[in-house]
């Protein structure tokens, strides 16, 4: 029994619950927290799990149950645990797609936002076991997950939560169980290997890929099945000495299996099975003394079939069917021609990187960069046409200039936008954009969780730029400048009402600003805090190198990317006065947003202030 699989699937957080991680406390809940699991209960949509609720209800002792487990410690919740009745889609039969999500009965209603729900959750700061399992979540999970800074479990299985997992999961110092199974995620793992004590891992059941993650040696369990890896068995294995349970199977690896994967100090159960590995395993191979469960199945293994590994036993099952092995028990293979005909059909995502990626990266950008280039030549000419067309009104009639023509991002004296002179074609283009807002600094504060350094995109040459939530759960990017001359309030709010009207369908949006005055400091006289828009979606660049995304992009959606850009760009140059020029324009700064409407980052934005 001691080596018995099934005492690998228990449960991760009943075994911390058992084991005192979460002691349950005689103590009373205090009101801030009590009102964030009423918050929880209507945003969850009353599940069956909460139902029965009062404001009389006493959380801290309720008792634990499949569906709810709630744990406190001095005054404070430590540990929720809610399972709901919504399976996700995939265990309705038919893989999903990702790009083609839609609500329905097993998810949360279209009103629901998944990074509201966080912002909300995270109020309970203490927490080191969080999961949350069947409940119809839906939508990109939130970097803000990384703000529960003692969690030892995340458990988010059996949702529709899909995107790609964000880069900050990485920064947890006490996870033990990480278990993100049985959703819709794609794209790259984030590199694990900083996750100094994580034990299990559970990412089966998506669509991540294509690149085996890197983690770290203190694993016991990993569960990679049925996802999109293509790449080969990392050597770097070899050094899991804790490695009890490893299970690949249903993916698309390639290459030779390394021998030492049999014979891992602590390997008990192995699934291969279900990958396009090839190649013979070796003859004197030996598998270690506590494997007592191997599934090479379905792979392209030629050869004979070592001894270790043979025949199944009283101690050890082996499956080694449909690959084209000889010897032992090799009923129900395919012949040898079969395997070397596949075999030689399936090229190892590295040789395919260095063979063929630079014609076809190549190729794709010429037909990018042809499309791109006709698009902005119909619209330069559009643009000489109107133009033509605005000369000849103002030689009929010149309107005077408005206040707004006396003040300039460069030093001009020329208007920075002028709504009046700009064609009927570049103003609906701002339609559909949300409104543009004064924020308040604690509406600064509050979107990015007090500057939080886990927020921190990175430093440009203007400033500070940190990722943000809004209130409505809007996804914002938050730029700080900081001022060297002490210009008038008043000034910077006119100037920054210029800023204000740059705002385009196919660029990325100035949403608002915030404006901090310091009057005694003795280096910064003012910080303007500049909200942006942030689109997740990734860019042209991503698109059209990753496999999986290139599919999305058929001939009419790059026409669209392409006419987007030349829109954008015409807009950059000709409906301001004076134009902005200089752009750092290429294909990583084409962004597309959920809908695939391009929109242009890093354009160069003008500031009206010189920045210390």
């Given at each position: 029994?001691?080596n018995s699989p099934?005492?690998l699937?228990?449960?991760?957080?009943a075994?911390?619950?058992?084991?005192?991680?979460?002691?349950?406390?005689?103590?009373?809940?205090?009101?801030?927290?009590?009102?964030?699991?009423?918050?929880?209960?209507?945003?969850?949509?009353?599940?069956?799990a909460?139902q029965?609720?009062?404001?009389?209800?006493?959380?801290?002792?309720?008792?634990?149950?499949?569906?709810?487990t709630?744990?406190?410690?001095?005054?404070?919740?430590?540990?929720?645990t809610?399972?709901?009745?919504?399976?996700?889609?995939s265990?309705d039969?038919?893989?999903p797609?990702?790009?083609?999500?839609?609500?329905?009965q097993?998810?949360?209603?279209?009103?629901?936002s998944?990074?509201?729900?966080?912002?909300?959750?995270?109020?309970?700061?203490?927490?080191?076991?969080?999961?949350?399992?069947?409940?119809g979540?839906?939508?990109?999970?939130?970097?803000?997950?990384?703000?529960f800074?003692?969690?030892?479990?995340?458990?988010l299985?059996?949702?529709?939560?899909?995107?790609?997992?964000?880069?900050?999961?990485?920064?947890?110092?006490?996870l033990?169980?990480?278990?993100?199974?049985?959703n819709?995620?794609?794209?790259?793992?984030?590199?694990?290997k900083?996750l100094?004590?994580?034990e299990?891992?559970?990412?089966?059941?998506?669509?991540?890929?294509?690149?085996?993650?890197?983690?770290?040696?203190?694993?016991?369990?990993?569960?990679?099945?049925?996802?999109s890896?293509?790449s080969?068995?990392?050597?770097?294995?070899?050094?899991?000495?804790?490695?009890?349970?490893?299970?690949?199977s249903?993916?698309?690896?390639?290459?030779?299996?390394?021998?030492?994967?049999?014979?891992?100090?602590s390997?008990?159960?192995?699934?291969?099975q279900?990958?396009?590995?090839?190649?013979?395993?070796?003859?004197n191979?030996?598998?270690?003394?506590h494997?007592?469960?191997?599934?090479i199945?379905?792979?392209?293994?030629?050869?004979?079939?070592?001894?270790?590994v043979?025949?199944?036993?009283?101690?050890?099952t082996?499956?080694?069917?449909w690959?084209?092995?000889?010897?032992?028990?090799?009923?129900y293979?395919h012949?040898?021609?079969?395997?070397?005909?596949?075999a030689?059909?399936?090229?190892p995502?590295?040789?395919?990187?260095?063979?063929?990626?630079s014609?076809?990266l190549?190729?794709?950008?010429?037909?990018i960069?042809?499309?791109?280039?006709i698009?902005?030549?119909?619209?330069?000419?559009?643009?000489?046409?109107?133009?033509?067309?605005?000369?000849?009104?103002?030689f009929?009639?010149?309107?005077?200039?408005?206040?707004?023509?006396e003040?300039?991002?460069?030093?001009?004296?020329?208007?920075?936008?002028?709504?009046?002179?700009?064609?009927?074609?570049?103003?609906?283009?701002?339609?559909?954009?949300?409104p543009?807002?004064?924020?308040?600094l604690?509406?600064?504060?509050?979107?990015?969780?007090?500057?939080?350094?886990?927020?921190?995109?990175?430093?440009?040459n203007?400033g500070?730029?940190?990722?943000?939530?809004l209130?409505?759960?809007?996804?914002?990017l938050?730029?700080?400048?900081?001022?060297?001359q002490r210009?008038?309030?008043?000034n910077?709010?006119?100037?920054?009402d210029?800023?204000?009207?740059?705002?385009?369908?196919h660029?990325?949006?100035?949403l608002?600003?915030?404006i901090v005055?310091?009057?005694?400091?003795?280096?910064?006289a003012s910080t303007?805090?500049?909200?942006?828009e942030?689109?997740s979606?990734?860019?042209?660049?991503?698109?059209?190198t990753?496999?999986?995304?290139?599919?999305?992009l058929?001939?009419?959606?790059?026409?669209?990317?392409?006419?987007g850009?030349?829109?954008?760009?015409?807009?950059?140059?000709?409906?301001?006065?004076?134009?902005?020029?200089?752009?750092?324009?290429?294909?990583?700064?084409?962004?597309?947003?959920?809908?695939?409407?391009?929109?242009i980052s890093?354009?160069h934005?003008?500031?009206?202030f010189?920045?210390?």
């Open positions: 029994m001691a099934v005492l699937g228990l449960s991760f957080s075994i911390v619950l058992m084991a005192g991680v979460v002691p349950l406390a005689m103590a009373q809940l205090s009101p801030s927290e009590t009102r964030v699991l009423f918050q929880i209960q209507k945003q969850l949509e009353y599940p069956e909460l029965g609720w009062t404001n009389w209800t006493s959380f801290c002792y309720l008792p634990p149950s499949p569906s709810l709630i744990a406190c410690t001095d005054n404070h919740i430590t540990g929720l809610i399972v709901g009745t919504k399976n996700s889609s265990r039969g038919a893989r797609n990702p790009a083609r999500f839609a609500v329905s097993q998810t949360l209603s279209a009103s629901f998944i990074d509201s729900f966080f912002t909300v959750l995270t109020k309970l700061s203490n927490l080191t076991v969080l999961s949350l399992v069947s409940l979540l839906w939508g990109p999970l939130p970097a803000k997950v990384s703000r800074h003692s969690l030892v479990v995340l458990n299985s059996s949702n529709s939560i899909y995107g790609e997992i964000p880069q900050s999961i990485a920064s947890f110092k006490s033990r169980s990480l278990v993100l199974s049985d819709l995620l794609n794209g790259s793992v984030p590199d694990l900083g100094p004590v994580l299990e891992l559970d990412l089966s059941d998506n669509f991540l890929g294509p690149e085996f993650p890197l983690l770290g040696d203190t694993l016991v369990s990993v569960l990679l099945r049925n996802n890896f293509r080969g068995i990392p050597g770097d294995l070899n050094g899991f000495g804790q490695l009890q349970r490893l299970d690949v249903t993916n698309e690896l390639s290459g030779h299996i390394p021998s030492f994967i049999f014979s891992l100090p390997i008990r159960y192995l699934s291969l279900e990958n396009q590995l090839g190649g013979a395993l070796p003859t191979l030996s598998c270690g003394g494997l007592t469960y191997v599934d199945s379905h792979n392209l293994l030629v050869g004979n079939i070592p001894s270790c043979g025949s199944s036993s009283a101690n050890r082996v499956i080694s069917s690959n084209c092995l000889s010897g032992g028990n090799s009923n293979q012949t040898y021609s079969y395997c070397q005909k596949q030689l059909a399936v090229e995502p590295a040789k395919a990187e260095k063979k063929g990626s014609i076809k190549s190729l794709v950008l010429g037909v960069g042809g499309t791109v280039g698009a902005g030549a119909f619209g330069l000419l559009i643009i000489v046409l109107i133009r033509r067309a605005d000369a000849r009104r103002s009929d009639s010149k309107p005077a200039k408005s206040y707004a023509d003040l300039s991002f460069r030093g001009s004296p020329k208007s920075s936008i002028d709504s009046r002179r700009m064609p009927q074609t570049m103003r609906l283009m701002t339609l559909g954009l949300p543009y807002h004064v924020f308040t604690e509406e600064i504060e509050d979107a990015t969780n007090n500057f939080d350094p886990c927020n921190l995109m990175g430093e440009a203007q500070q730029i940190y990722k943000g939530w209130r409505d759960g809007t996804v914002v938050v730029k700080c400048l900081k001022l060297k210009s008038l309030p008043q910077i709010v006119q100037q920054l210029n800023l204000s009207k740059l705002r385009h369908r660029l990325v949006s100035l608002g600003h915030c005055t310091y009057q005694d400091h003795p280096n910064v303007v805090f500049v909200v942006l942030h689109l979606n990734g860019s042209l660049a991503n698109h059209i990753d496999w999986r995304r290139k599919e999305i058929k001939w009419p959606q790059r026409m669209a990317i392409s006419i850009v030349a829109r954008g760009v015409q807009f950059l140059h000709a409906g301001m006065a004076p134009g902005i020029f200089g752009n750092d324009l290429k294909i990583d700064n084409v962004l597309l947003d959920e809908s695939l409407t391009t929109k890093n354009y934005i003008p500031l009206p010189k920045v210390r």
